[in-house]
C-alpha cells in the first residue's frame, strides 16, 4: 500500500515482504502483547534500518539484519512489522553515484 507520509516512491510494506539483499525503515509495529515486547527488545523500533539477508529453505524464517545482529523471524513475526520501502531503488533508478577522479 502507498503511504504520502513516506516520501516520493516510498511504500509501506510488511517487512516479510521486503526482497533478499534490499534494506528498509522500520514504520510501525502491529504486534500486541508479548510479541510486541519480543520485537522492541530486539531493536524493531520506528526508525530502525533493516536487511533482508537470507531465508530458510522452506521458505520460512527469514534472516534480516537489525542493529548488526542477524535475527530470524517467521512469516507470522514479521508480517506484523511495517517497513518503508523504496521499489525504485530495487528497480536500479537511483541516482548515478559521483566519483571524484583527481588524483
Given amino acids: 500500500m ?8 516510498a511504500n509501506i510494506i510488511a517487512l516479510h515482504d ?5 534494506t ?3 514504520n510501525s509495529i502491529q504486534a500486541e502483547g508479548i510479541t510486541r515486547r519480543r520485537m522492541l ?3 524493531l523500533v520506528p526508525g530502525t534500518k533493516v ?7 522452506a521458505g520460512d524464517p527469514k534472516a ?4 548488526g545482529a542477524v535475527i530470524a523471524l ?6 506484523k512489522i511495517l517497513i518503508r520501502y523504496r521499489e525504485d531503488l ?7 553515484v559521483l566519483r571524484n577522479r583527481s588524483k
Fill in 74 to 79: 517467521r512469516e507470522e513475526e514479521g508480517t
Fill in 24 to 26: 528498509a525503515v522500520v
Fill in 2 to 9: 502507498k503511504s504520502n507520509r513516506a516520501g516520493a516512491g
Fill in 18 to 22: 521486503l526482497p533478499i539483499g534490499k
Fill in 41 to 43: 527488545d530486539l531493536g
Fill in 90 to 96: 530495487e528497480h536500479g533508478t537511483n541516482p548515478p
Fill in 51 to 57: 536487511e533482508a539477508l537470507r531465508v530458510s529453505p
Fill in 64 to 67: 534480516f539484519r537489525i542493529r
